[in-house]
């Protein structure tokens, strides 16, 4: 068993940062790609970001590249996002997640964390 809790969201003006923490507990051991995704009102949730177990090998969703940043340190069993030039349509609640599977393009997730707002004003 593995339990992710997010933290580190909040209110922030468009063009400011956030940056996200995930911190695993339990089986961790167990886990190797970690992700991020968000989900903003009324809609489904979205990929935004991917880790791999040793940080070599990232992906990011087209709207967050080049201004988000994700990476992971296992001695802490944390992932971090770092989010720079927010803008409205970044708000969501983020979620953690985390995968037994291996880097690949497509992968499920097997663990998620209960989510933190992001509110990006105009």
């Known amino acids: 068993q593995v339990q992710l809790v997010e933290s580190g969201g909040g209110l922030v003006q468009a063009g400011g940062s956030l940056r996200l923490s995930c911190a695993a507990s339990?089986?961790?051991?167990?886990?190797?790609?970690m992700g991020w995704f968000r989900q903003a009102p009324g809609k489904e949730r979205e990929f935004v970001s991917a880790?791999?177990?040793?940080?070599?090998?990232?992906d990011y969703e087209d709207s967050v590249k080049g201004r988000f940043t994700i990476s992971r340190d296992n001695a802490k069993n944390t992932v971090y996002l770092h989010m720079n030039s927010l803008k409205p349509e970044d708000t969501a609640v983020y979620y953690c997640?985390?995968?037994?599977?291996?880097?690949?393009?497509?992968?499920?997730?097997?663990?998620w964390g209960q989510g933190t707002q992001v509110t990006v004003s105009s």
């Open positions: 880790i791999s177990y040793s940080g070599r090998s990232t």
């Open positions: 339990g089986r961790t051991f167990s886990i190797n790609t």
């Open positions: 997640a985390a995968s037994k599977t291996h880097w690949a393009l497509q992968i499920e997730y097997d663990y």
